[in-house]
């Protein structure tokens, strides 16, 4: 009884510690979304979030603050060199974080609805579904709590039950476990497309920008499907592609033709991705600085005839650069207004970030029709 309340305090604990975490979280959100305060991103389904002024509890003892203990030197003497500061220091605690909770206090900052899968889902997938207790089973599927209620029914059957003195020794015939079954499951398979811009006029803090808006990119859709995958393109004057860490080092010099972009893409989705089993997201950042009028049209037809097709959505990002002509923004908006009603009107979404700050509203402006 004892050891139950116990644990039940520190799950209350636990608990309380967790809602005090989300909303110093929820509270810093646009600074952790603009400057990137995260460790270990690319591994895993956990962060690291840094959060500051929250005290760990620590054990207090008293004053050591001077003083030599044994050995050489005289009473009252100081140790170290230097003098003490006098401003207080600033706390800073890591806590992990899973990626599925981060993604659900995003939604909830921007006011991000839910995404509706589209098509049928036809992929299915096996899952262990657990449904009942059993009275055998490995030591990790261990009931607690119905183990203890099946020792205490023992023990009041058997008159051992003391309430003065209330221990309960559950044995191994008390002892119960969680069962399960294995279910089919539908499963709505997302897939990414990342394009970027490599040439010249594109540095690093361009890619900085584009490396933290694909993360919450990454963060929100993964929270939405069951399986994703994400796949990356590169171009100049050419398109190629590539890995992830490719994708967000790799420099190019020399001119730009976007159409290669948009061309490797549509052979790809053409080769591998059924649009009836995928949720396709296309997403591609540009400084708008293209070679010219002639593959702007190549470029809007490719979006109109090839890509939107077969896509929930085509993103395309314009982050500022000092060398680019940023035009190529307004051609993909006249041809492709929000207020179309064509029947894939509403798939092209555009939006500028011009620095760390405009991150936070380019993902409101990407996913708030929840497609």
């Known amino acids: 009884m004892l050891c139950a309340r116990v644990i039940n305090k520190i799950e209350q604990d636990h608990q309380r510690f967790r809602q005090i975490v989300r909303g ?11 400057r990137g305060d ?12 840094p959060v500051h002024d929250i005290d760990i509890p620590t054990f207090r003892y008293g004053d050591n603050s001077g003083g030599v203990g044994m050995g050489e030197g005289e009473e009252g003497q100081g140790v170290g060199k230097g003098q003490g500061g006098d401003q207080p220091g600033k706390h800073l605690l890591e806590v992990d974080v899973s990626l599925e909770e981060l993604a659900d206090i995003l939604g909830e900052e921007l006011q991000l609805p839910r995404i509706e899968p589209k098509g049928q889902h036809k992929i299915t997938t096996i899952r262990d579904k657990y449904s009942g207790i059993r009275p055998t089973g490995p030591a990790s599927l261990r009931h607690f709590k119905r183990s203890y209620r099946e020792a ?34 539908p499963q709505s398979n997302a897939l990414i497309v990342y394009m970027m811009d490599v040439s010249g006029s594109m540095g690093d803090e361009q890619k900085e920008l584009v490396r933290l808006e694909a993360f919450w990119i990454d963060t929100w859709l993964r929270r939405n499907y069951e399986g994703t995958e994400s796949r990356y393109i590169v171009h100049d004057v050419a398109a190629q592609e590539v890995d992830r860490r490719t994708f967000f080092t790799v420099r190019e010099d020399g001119g730009t033709r976007i159409s290669s972009a948009y061309q490797k893409c549509k052979e790809m989705l053409d080769a591998h991705y059924d649009p009836a089993e995928w949720n396709t997201y296309l997403f591609h950042f540009s400084d708008g600085d293209n070679s010219s009028e002639s593959d702007n049209r190549t470029c809007i037809q490719l979006i109109e005839k090839g890509l939107l ?63």
């Open 24 to 34: 110093k979280i929820r509270r810093d959100l646009k600074r952790f979304i603009s």
């Open 38 to 49: 995260f460790v270990g991103q690319e591994g895993g389904r956990f962060v690291s979030v």
């Open 152 to 185: 205490l029914k023992r023990q009041l059957a058997l008159g051992q039950y003391d309430p003065d003195d209330p221990v309960i020794i559950p044995i191994r015939r008390d002892m119960r476990y969680r069962s399960w079954e294995e279910v089919k499951k």
């Open 309 to 371: 097709p077969v896509c929930n959505m085509f993103g395309y990002c314009q982050v500022a650069s000092p060398y680019g002509s940023g035009s190529f923004i307004n051609v993909v908006r006249e041809a492709f207004p929000s207020s179309g009603t064509a029947p894939d009107a509403g798939k092209v979404v555009t939006s500028r970030v011009n620095g760390r700050d405009d991150i936070f509203e380019s993902l409101r402006t990407f996913f708030k029709a929840g497609k």
